[in-house]
């Protein structure tokens, strides 16, 4: 998909978009450029005619979003996956598989959407935003979905960084395990470190490992949810071209001894990607479309981020971390 010379003014519109949600970040960290550029790109599609202008939006819901999925290798660390060690690993793993699996079981069963289950359960059991962005460059999800998917887990761990300090501290928990909590059981990375730098070091850095953990597991969830579309049984023949190229991103990273400075280009260009793509699915987005979905899915993420964050702690806890 080509941009013509016309569409280059609104895909600057666009960029001057997600740069402001950075400086909107710069200022309160715990708010990911990602749920901002998605709120502007809403903002601005219910604001004028975006019509002329179709060509660039989806250019970036698209093809800057897949591009921003493939660099989200930069942010896979085995290394780190190692580090935690077994109990770790057995621990991340069951919450992550049982947390995906129950909200998109309980989503079906209260009527919510396959397309928007799907997208909250991946958000909650990964990473957020950044998951949720990666979820729906692999399936046919409805743009409203995906808006209000990231609404609600942002709103979400942005409770976390009010509500889990002091909890850790009302019930006695140690800084590491409530930093391994932290890094269980809040979506967003830059979340993570908001919440578990109230709380010291030792709780960053272990939450920063479990957190990092989680991450990982994006490998295989975007796998096989791409392959779940395809009746195909040939895993190449249902899974997109970008899929592959995420995972050999991440292979050829954790292969090969690449500068930090190079790392960290990486991580920051799959972000800003992904906040282009983010704000592009926004554009398409109208307010009537939100308010159409009702209070349901707000209350079922509310229910969820209690129930999971009682279920992270319980595993953590059991596993003696």
């Known amino acids: 998909m080509k941009l013509k010379r016309v569409d280059l003014y609104y895909f600057s519109i666009i960029l ?17 450029p990602l749920f901002i550029s998605m709120i502007l790109g809403i903002v601005l599609g219910n604001a004028m005619d975006w019509k002329k202008g ?3 939006a989806a250019f970036a819901s698209r093809k800057c979003l897949r591009l921003g999925v493939v660099f989200l290798g930069f942010q896979i660390s085995i290394e780190k996956f190692i580090e935690v060690g077994p109990r770790g690993l057995l621990a991340v793993a069951l919450i992550v598989i049982t947390v995906f699996l129950s909200l998109r079981y309980l989503s079906k069963r209260i009527g919510i ?13 990964i990473c957020g935003a950044t998951a949720i962005a990666a979820i729906s460059s692999t399936r046919k999800s409805e743009d409203r ?17 009010f509500v889990i300090p002091a909890l850790a501290a009302l019930i006695g928990l140690s ?5 391994a909590w932290i ?7 830059g979340q993570v470190i908001a919440t578990a730098s109230l709380m010291g070091s030792e709780a960053l850095d272990s939450a920063v490992i479990v957190k990092l953990t989680r991450v ?3 490998i295989p969830l975007i796998l096989l949810l791409a392959r779940g579309q395809s009746d195909s049984r040939s895993l190449r023949k249902a899974t997109p071209t970008f899929v592959f190229a995420f995972v050999a ?8 001894s690449l500068p930090d400075s190079f790392i960290s280009l990486g991580k920051e260009s799959s972000k800003v990607l992904l906040s282009i793509g983010l704000f592009g699915i926004g554009l398409s987005v109208k307010w009537a479309q939100i308010r159409a979905l009702g209070a349901k899915p707000l209350l079922f993420g509310l229910g969820a981020w209690v129930g999971c964050g009682a279920f992270a702690l319980a595993v953590i806890r059991g596993v003696g971390l």
Do not use: P
């Not at 979905?145 to 942005?158: E, K, N, P, Q, R």
């Open 16 to 32: 001057t978009g997600v740069a402001l949600a950075y400086m909107v970040n710069k200022f309160e960290g715990a708010i990911s």
């Open 54 to 56: 179709k060509a660039a």
């Open 113 to 125: 959407t396959d397309s928007l289950g799907t997208l909250i359960a991946g958000g909650f059991a």
């Open 145 to 161: 979905d995906v808006s209000y998917a990231v609404a609600i887990v942002t709103l979400c761990g942005t409770l976390s960084v």
């Open 175 to 179: 800084d590491a395990t409530a930093g």
């Open 183 to 189: 890094g269980a059981a809040v979506h967003d990375v």
């Open 216 to 218: 990982v597991l994006l």
């Open 249 to 256: 991103c991440a292979l050829i990273v954790n292969a090969l």
